[in-house]
C-alpha cells in the first residue's frame, strides 16, 4: 500500500493478557521501528529492525515486550501480561533513507 | 545519553501571529534533526529535517527551522500562523554515532490556534 498500515487500532485487553499488535510497512522499506505513544511523555522508541540485521532491542521497557520481523516486512510486536502502565499508542514507522513514514499506531487499553 | 527538550507544553495563538518553538538537545556529536508534525486524529508527519548543509531549513506549509550548533538549538518558526496549524510537534534528533533507530523524541508542543 502507499503507506504504513497497522492492526488493530484499537485493543482493548484486561491486565494479564497477552496482545499482538501489527505492523505492514511500506513496500520496500528496509527499516523499522516501533514507538510508544503515551500521553504527555512523547514518544518513546522501543525497538528497531534493520534488513537482515539483528534488531535494536535496546528500548524495550521489558522482558514482557518483544517483536519479530518475518521476512523482511511485516512486524508483530508482542506484549505479554499485559500491566495498566502497557497502556498507550504503539506506532510503528518504516524507512529506506533515513526519513521514517509512521503509522496511524493503535491504541492499547490495559484495564 | 541523547535527549531533545521541547520548553512550551502548550502554545495557544491568535491567527497571523508568529510561532517560534523551542527545541534544544544534548548530544555532542553530528547530529540528525526533525520536526514532526501530529494533526487531531492523524498520524505523525514530517514537517522538516536537516542532516547537514544550510543550517536554515524549510519544510512544508510555510514552517522553517534553524540549526544554531553552538547552542544545541532546532527551533521551529512560521512567521503567520492558521487555524489549520493546530496540532502537536515533536522535535526529534538521531545522533550519527547512536543507532540510527533510536530517534530521540521531545514531549511535545501542542499549539492551538483560535480563529
Known amino acids: 500500500g502507499a503507506g504504513v498500515s497497522q492492526s488493530p487500532s484499537n485493543k482493548v485487553t484486561e491486565k494479564g493478557k497477552d496482545v499482538e499488535l501489527r505492523c505492514d510497512p511500506i513496500?520496500?522499506?528496509?527499516?523499522l521501528y516501533w514507538y510508544r505513544q503515551s500521553l504527555g511523555q512523547g514518544l518513546e522508541f522501543l525497538i528497531y529492525f534493520q534488513g537482515n540485521s539483528a534488531p535494536d532491542k535496546s528500548g524495550l521497557p521489558s522482558d514482557r515486550f518483544s517483536a519479530e520481523r518475518t521476512g523482511g516486512s511485516v512486524s508483530t510486536l508482542t506484549i505479554q501480561r499485559t500491566q495498566q502502565e502497557d497502556s498507550a499508542v504503539y506506532l510503528c514507522?518504516?524507512?529506506?533513507?533515513?526519513?521514517?513514514?509512521f503509522g496511524p499506531g493503535t491504541r492499547l487499553t490495559v484495564l | 545519553a541523547q535527549s531533545v527538550s521541547q520548553h512550551n507544553h502548550h502554545v495557544i495563538l491568535s491567527e497571523a501571529a508568529s510561532l517560534e518553538l523551542g527545541c534544544n538537545y544534548s548530544?555532542?556529536?553530528?547530529?540528525?534533526l526533525f520536526w514532526y508534525v501530529q494533526y487531531p486524529g492523524q498520524h505523525l508527519q514530517l514537517l522538516l529535517k536537516y542532516f547537514s548543509g544550510d543550517p536554515l531549513v524549510k519544510g512544508i506549509k510555510g514552517f522553517e527551522a534553524e540549526f544554531i550548533k553552538s547552542k544545541f538549538s532546532f527551533n521551529l518558526r512560521k512567521p503567520s500562523v492558521q487555524w489549520s496549524d493546530t496540532a502537536e510537534y515533536f522535535c526529534a534528533v538521531n545522533g550519527d554515532g547512536g543507532s540510527q533507530g533510536n530517534l530521540i523524541f521531545g514531549k511535545g508542543t501542542k499549539l492551538s490556534v483560535k480563529p
Open positions: 514507522a518504516s524507512s529506506l533513507n533515513r526519513q521514517r513514514v
Open positions: 513496500s520496500g522499506h528496509t527499516a
Open positions: 548530544y555532542g556529536g553530528t547530529v540528525n
